[in-house]
Nanobody, 125 residues
Framework: QVHLVESGGGLVQAGDSLRLSCVAS????????MAWFHQAPGKDREFVGG????????YYADSVKGRFTISRDHLKTTVYLQMRSLKPEDTAVYFC??????????????????WGQGTQVTVSS
C-alpha cells in the first residue's frame, strides 16, 4: 500500500517562497507518475503540476508556470514542490498524489490511485 505524507505548508506573505515535500513509502515508484493538486475553499481540486518518477519530466498548470518547480529525489523517495512568487490565489490545501497512468502525468485527479492527507498553504496579501 502506497503511503504519501506531505509537509512544508504554512502561512506566508505574497511574494514569498515555500517548499512542500511529499515522502512516499510502501511501493516501487519507478513506473509511477506523481503530481500535486490543490483545493481552495469552495472550489474543486485543481492540477498544479506533475512529474514522471522514471524520466523526471515535469508538467505544470498555466497558472504556476515559471513560479513553481517540481522535482524528486530517488534515494529519499520524495517529491518536492518549490513555490516562488506566491500569490493570495495560491492559498489552498495542497495534495500529493501518485498513480500508474498509461498515458503519463495527467491533470485528472481521478487517474491517481493514492492521495496524501494534504498540507495547508496560506498566502496573505
Amino acid at each position: 500500500q502506497v503511503h504519501l505524507v506531505e509537509s512544508g505548508g504554512g502561512l506566508v506573505q505574497a511574494g514569498d517562497s515555500l517548499r512542500l515535500s511529499c515522502v512516499a513509502s510502501g511501493g516501487t515508484f519507478s513506473g509511477y507518475d506523481m503530481a500535486w493538486f490543490h483545493q481552495a475553499p469552495g472550489k474543486d481540486r485543481e492540477f498544479v503540476g506533475g512529474i514522471s518518477w522514471s524520466s523526471g519530466r515535469t508538467y505544470y498548470a498555466d497558472s504556476v508556470k515559471g513560479r513553481f518547480t517540481i522535482s524528486r529525489d530517488h534515494l529519499k523517495t520524495t517529491v518536492y514542490l518549490q513555490m516562488r512568487s506566491l500569490k493570495p490565489e495560491d492559498t489552498a490545501v495542497y495534495f500529493c498524489v501518485a498513480g500508474s497512468i498509461r498515458s503519463g502525468v495527467s491533470s485528472s485527479g481521478k487517474l491517481y490511485q493514492y492521495w496524501g492527507q494534504g498540507t495547508q498553504v496560506t498566502v496573505s496579501s
